[in-house]
């Protein structure tokens, strides 16, 4: 039984390693203009539609490009055989998989490389043309994920087949360029959400219920923001702009702490639930393209309250109650969604907040460009353990007991 895990194992292994291989030899071809050289051709095939633009360059990017990438992955897949059989490691040829693994990829290169018919429909999954009937996956590589290494952000998006290289490097998801709109911007955290985003080389707009433009005190000078001010119960009225919006992060939200009314009450779930559904309803009405399928994201900040209590009622009422209807609407989303899981950090509204909501907000983009699709800050390690474990239930009793109905 141990000889099986260990050769199970052993092949997983090297066909990971082969694959973390690829994607350095990857980052090394856009960062060492020598080998972009060759690697350039494989960004001249397609246009944004993955159509190759002339059957010449097609072939031509197969020789320079993707068959010396098999051939890499292939000598270095060899190197752990070495190792293994010089230490007389028992079932060391088994290692030979991340080599075997690697030439199936060189043979498939050769074939499309020599132009034979439909060699691309079988070897080359990522790069087919038509419309996109996924979003961007989470760890295999699909096409709207592959899309954006071509036509969002070359700097990014390297992994070829797992994403563990780029969830590792933070290059799973790019900033770069993106329209940025931030909700709640006139709060402490929103604050910070805009500078961290403006080092990132986001274009930020800044959502704001206060009729003042915000400008952001960026350490020596002063950056004035696009601000759009609007109000709960209007947000139709936003359609317009987040046309133009490739993320949103919707941030807004109201603690009426130890209060009970019933006017507190609707108010409560009025700002932190339906508010925020409705924003993101109107979000997804805007994703109409291929390329908004594949970066268009909104984010959500549901908070830590959905598992935790928060010693405010209301705000963890409907606090949750957002979360929930979020983890519902997520499953028939057209674009990637993620949750924001924050504890208690230091604002106006909570003084004694222990993290900083810079720190806060670093964490929120540092992991966000690892593709964590809920996004957990806080220094409680049992969310770690408990919001992880409620989210895949809760959405599999959903996922259950509702269907997708598409009227
Ligand atoms: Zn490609
Ligand atoms: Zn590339």
Redesign the pocket.
Known sequence: MTDIVFIITLCLGLIVWVEIVRDFYHILAHNWQALYRFHNW?HRVFNSNFNPVSQEIYRKAHWYNDVPEALVMMFFGTIPVIILWSFNVDYWWFAESGFFYSSFFLLGAIFRGSGLPNMDKITDL??HPGQFSSLPAQWFINRPY?WR??FDNQKAYYSGTLALVDKVMGTALSLKGKTVGVTGASGTLGIEILKILHLNQAKIVAFSSKNKSITLDMNGYDLPVKTLIWEVGKEHELINELLKIDILIINHGINVNSKRSIEFIKESYEVNTFSSCRLMELFFQTIKTNRDKACKEVWINTSEAEVMPAFSPLYELSKRALGNLVTLRRLDAPCIVRKLILGPFKSKLNPIGIMSANWVAKQIIKNAKKDCRNIIVTINPVIFLIFPLKEFFQSLYFKIFTYKNSN
């Open positions: 494989h990522t790069h592959h290494h071509h």
